[in-house]
């Protein structure tokens, strides 16, 4: 069973930075695509970063795009979204996942994913 844990997140002004961190156990990552989404209150989980399996392509929606980092560790088995930049839009629950199916392309559909972390949650202040 793969289990994905988040961590990093926290309370930032405006402007700052965070480096949110999902390790996984019970499976590598490594050839497997993964994905960061976010849910804010009252709205629905959206596709943030994603990173192919072979850790050569990355993703990002238009709204984080040039503010946020995916990379991977794989000596730590650990994915790394570093947040810059940071606007009060950008508070919400932040998960990772991955994808059951090795070799997989990056989807921006939550669906699409198998595993999930609990979430970290990272709030900007203004």
């Known amino acids: 069973q793969v289990q994905l844990v988040e961590s990093g997140g926290g309370l930032v002004q405006a402007g700052g930075s965070l480096r949110l961190s999902c390790s996984a156990s019970?499976?590598?990552?490594?050839?497997?695509?993964v994905g960061w989404f976010r849910q804010a209150p009252g709205k629905e989980r959206e596709f943030v970063a994603g990173?192919?399996?072979?850790?050569?392509?990355?993703y990002y929606s238009d709204s984080v795009r040039g503010r946020f980092t995916i990379s991977r560790d794989n000596t730590k088995n650990t994915v790394y979204l570093q947040i810059a930049s940071l606007k009060p839009e950008d508070t919400a629950v932040y998960y990772c996942?991955?994808?059951?199916?090795?070799?997989?392309?990056?989807?921006?559909?939550?669906?699409?994913?198998?595993?999930w972390g609990q979430g970290t949650q990272v709030t900007v202040s203004s």
């Open positions: 990173l192919s399996w072979n850790g050569r392509s990355t």
């Open positions: 019970g499976r590598t990552l490594n050839n497997y695509p």
């Open positions: 996942a991955t994808d059951a199916r090795p070799y997989h392309g990056v989807s921006y559909y939550a669906p699409e994913y198998d595993y």
